[in-house]
């Protein structure tokens, strides 16, 4: 008899590594929230040709999922099993549609910081607009009421402070697109940067 050997280390993307817990993470100050005005929104190239609002009533009444995701930031560290709890996407997607010449979207924060994406990124089912990490509320530094979390990418496709999605006619790029790192972000492909494009 052998003794048992122990796990295998689990296999990060390329050129990342471990760290055990989220550190915060983010350019620029933090929000504060204010319950009475928020509001989600979808703009932009919706097919109704309408902008729709989600109070903060009318947000928390959508039906919810958790998704337990491995986290990682272009930066080079990953966290594993954050367990993230909020509204699917898709719910997003299906309550205010695009029209049918939308080729991606835009995630919009407070304070301007923006990610972009394709639709086919957006509508994967393990997307989540969350609202808890770990059982917890989101805290005001982890992105507090509310963070996009979009698993198969590298984290700064994930806007905390989420406010608006606008859905795209026309390719465009967010804010650390614009600043020289890639416009897909597989963290499998390591598609950390514009050049690699
Ligand atoms: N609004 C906003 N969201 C953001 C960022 C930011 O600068 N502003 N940084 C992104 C990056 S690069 C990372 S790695 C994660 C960090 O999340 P954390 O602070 O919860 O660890 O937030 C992402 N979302
Ligand atoms: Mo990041």
Not at 37 to 61: N, R, Y
Not at 70 to 83: G, K
Not at 107 to 116: K, L, V
Request: hydrophobic residues 40%.
């Amino acid at each position: 008899m052998t003794d048992a050997a122990p796990d295998p280390p689990r296999a990060l993307p390329p050129g990342q590594r471990l760290v055990a817990e989220l550190p915060v993470h983010h350019y620029g100050p933090v929000p504060k929230h204010r319950p009475e005005s928020w509001k989600f929104m979808v703009f932009g190239a919706t097919l109704d040709g309408q902008e729709h609002h989600l109070d903060t009533a009318a947000f928390a009444a959508l039906p919810r999922i958790t998704v337990t995701a491995d986290f990682h930031c272009v930066s080079r560290w990953s966290v594993l099993d954050n367990v993230w709890e909020g509204v699917a996407a898709r719910t997003i997607l299906e309550l205010a549609p695009p029209a049918d010449d939308v080729i991606g979207i835009m995630a919009w924060a407070e304070y301007g910081y923006s990610a972009n994406m394709r639709m086919e990124d957006i509508a994967s089912p393990r997307v989540v607009l969350a609202t808890h990490l770990d059982g917890e509320p989101l805290t005001p530094e982890h992105g507090w009421p509310l963070r996009l979390i979009v698993p198969h990418l590298y984290s700064f496709k994930g806007p905390k402070w989420l406010r608006a999605i606008e859905y795209l006619r026309e390719p465009r790029r967010g804010f650390w697109e614009e600043r020289g790192y890639h416009n897909i972000a597989d963290p499998w492909r390591e598609e950390r940067y514009s050049y690699q494009e």
